[in-house]
């Protein structure tokens, strides 16, 4: 019985792969390398000294997925696979319904062909829109996602709330990921961007490796503590491990349940870039810009709900993170393209 993971060489994926490895389990990779490289391959063998099945496919292909399903016995599913730049969903809005739901449609008919019920899928406090208050909770609204990408994660979380009820015997996770951000304590693996950063994180490590001249912060008439955007952000070790107790909670057949991984704790841009400063003693220059059209204010994660039911609390913090993206991106300065 293996966990099979869409996207396992992503950035989110990756980390979750080394987890699930570490803690015994048979993975079974799925990835197209529309964001990721091989190397990541062999990065995971080096931490884990385990090399996880992989195929390389699109899961948005059905008879490719078919072969898979046909030939290895699948216990869960981790879909992390999926498009995720804002700004490129706004100019290829169908790539990015196609891929993201797309993919979920070939996964959902598969996992009902061949009997898999449990399912874990990587969705993103995006849902939430633009939210009414902070801390957000897991039945607060959703809607109102203000792009295309964020539109098809809120699609997938309709489609497999149907499904769910069609399928009584399916057990699903809806994971609402806050900000990760970090890389695995060995530096060996991490998030890499192609071309210019979009997220904040990895925009300040190429500013601290001399790649860009300053970090351009997008807004400071925000209302919040600084006037700086506010985000909730989750050391992806810590996301990770998140998974695996989500797929211990799939044993006790819950049916569709839905969480928010965060840490709780808000923290505005300046706030990430002082941390950061103060972690790896390197300045970080910056430039007050235009907000960035769709940013919201603030938001954070209400976490009693996972701790609850999943005993999901996170170990780490910004400043952990801060070191561990530097260590990562000082490593490897030009990702996994050194070779
Ligand atoms: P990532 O781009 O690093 O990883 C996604 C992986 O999926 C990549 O390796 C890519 O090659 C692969 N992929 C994409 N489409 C595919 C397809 N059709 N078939 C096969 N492989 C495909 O992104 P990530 O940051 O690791 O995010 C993982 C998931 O979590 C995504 O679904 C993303 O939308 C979601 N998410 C991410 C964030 C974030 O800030 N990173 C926040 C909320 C939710
Ligand atoms: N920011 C800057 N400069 C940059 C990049 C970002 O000032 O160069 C600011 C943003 O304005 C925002 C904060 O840093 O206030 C965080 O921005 P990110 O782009 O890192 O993250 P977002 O919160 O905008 O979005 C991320 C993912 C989405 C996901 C969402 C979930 O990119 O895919 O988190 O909360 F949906």
Same mark, same amino acid.
């Given at each position: 019985m293996a966990i099979l993971v869409t996207g396992g060489t992503g950035y989110i994926g990756s980390h979750t792969v080394v987890d699930l490895l570490d803690n015994g389990y048979d993975v079974i990779i799925v990835d197209?390398?529309?964001?990721? &490289?091989?190397?990541?391959?062999n990065r995971i063998y080096t931490i884990?000294?385990?090399?996880?099945?992989?195929?390389?496919?699109? +899961?948005?292909?059905y008879e490719a997925m078919a072969e898979i399903f046909e030939k290895e016995y699948i216990e869960a599913v981790i879909h992390f696979? %999926?498009? &995720?730049?804002?700004?490129?969903?706004?100019?290829?809005?169908?790539?990015?319904?196609?891929?993201?739901?797309?993919?979920? &449609? +070939?996964?959902l008919k598969l996992m009902e062909i061949h009997r898999v019920s449990n399912l874990v899928f990587s969705s993103s406090a995006t849902v939430y829109g633009v939210p009414q208050h902070v801390p957000l909770k897991e039945d607060d609204q959703v809607g109102g996602c203000t792009n295309p990408y964020g539109q098809t994660k809120?699609?997938?979380e309709y489609l497999l709330k149907d499904f769910a009820k069609a399928h009584p015997e399916a057990n699903i996770a809806i994971l609402r990921y806050f900000n990760p951000i970090g890389a695995h304590q060995s530096g060996l693996i991490g998030e890499d961007p192609n071309g210019i950063p979009n997220n904040l994180m990895p925009y300040i490590t190429q500013v601290a490796i001399g790649k860009r001249p300053h970090l351009n912060v997008y807004g400071s008439d925000y209302k919040t503590i600084d006037g700086t955007g506010v985000?909730?952000?989750?050391? +992806?070790?810590?996301? =990770?491990?998140?998974?695996?107790?989500?797929?211990k909670k799939l044993e006790e057949k819950?049916?569709?349940?839905?969480?928010?991984?965060?840490? %709780? &704790?808000?923290?505005?841009?300046?706030?990430?870039?002082? =941390?950061?400063?103060?972690?790896?003693?390197?300045?970080?220059?910056? +430039?007050?810009?235009?907000?960035r059209p769709g940013d919201i204010d603030e938001n954070y994660a209400e976490v009693s709900k996972a701790y609850e039911q999943l005993g999901f609390k996170t170990k780490y913090d910004i400043v952990d993170a801060c070191r561990d993206s530097w260590r990562w991106q000082s490593n490897n300065p030009n990702g996994y393209d050194q070779y």
């Open positions: 197209n390398f529309s964001n990721s &490289k091989p190397e990541v391959l884990t000294n385990r090399r996880p099945k992989f195929y390389r496919a699109d +899961v948005s292909d696979a %999926g498009l &995720k730049s804002v700004a490129e969903s706004v100019e290829k809005p169908e790539l990015y319904f196609d891929n993201n739901v797309g993919s979920s &449609k +070939v996964l809120l699609d997938i985000r909730d952000y989750i050391h +992806v070790v810590d996301l =990770a491990r998140g998974h695996l107790c989500a797929l819950p049916g569709l349940v839905i969480y928010n991984l965060g840490t %709780g &704790k808000g923290t505005s841009v300046l706030q990430l870039v002082h =941390a950061f400063e103060q972690a790896n003693n390197i300045k970080i220059p910056y +430039v007050i810009c235009e907000r």
